[in-house]
């Protein structure tokens, strides 16, 4: 079975109290089920990871380079971590960029993305809803992956 890797960054585990007139109200918790039950009807594991810590999502991530496709919200890692950018690099796993809000329209210092440049697409701005959709993106991917080896 394909795996998808979720992985949120530093203090999205606040999400549903964090600053909800930005980030909203569900629970990083509600987000992860509904990612994975995306992914599930599709017969698409998914594997979730939060932390707070640098270290801890480059470790992750190298335990997981098998997987097939990734969704990360590097949180305000993406501004900052070039650590994190290198391991998804050395991975080499596919990935869509998520942001909850849109980062473009706020502090100048959120403009900037360490990760957009290496990503297959960015969403932002468009909440719990930018999840949904590139999950379902991820469907379409590994589908495509899957029929392009069928045929070679
Ligand atoms: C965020 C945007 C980042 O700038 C911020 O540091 C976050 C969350 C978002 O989902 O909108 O923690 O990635």
Redesign the pocket.
């Known amino acids: 079975m394909p795996t998808v890797l979720l992985i949120n ?4 585990n606040l999400l549903g109290s964090r600053e909800p007139e ?2 909203g109200s569900t629970t990083l918790k509600e987000i992860e089920e509904q990612v994975a039950s995306t992914l599930k009807k599709h017969e698409i594991n998914c594997k979730t990871f939060q932390s707070n810590s640098e270290g801890e999502l480059i470790d992750w991530l190298h335990e997981q380079r098998e997987a097939d496709f990734l969704l990360l ?4 890692f ?2 900052t971590s070039v650590g994190l950018r290198d391991a998804v690099l050395g991975v080499g796993i596919p990935f869509v960029e ?6 473009h329209k ?1 502090e100048e210092f ?1 403009h900037q993305s360490y990760f957009s440049d290496i990503a297959i697409g960015a969403l ?1 701005g468009l909440g719990v809803k930018g999840y949904l959709l590139a999950a379902e993106f991820a469907v379409d991917f590994i589908k495509q992956k899957e029929s392009s080896q069928s045929s070679s």
């Not at 998520?98 to 980062?103: D, G």
């Open positions: 960054g530093p203090n999205l930005i980030y919200n590097p949180g305000a993406t501004h998520i942001h909850l809000s849109n980062v706020r959120r932002a």
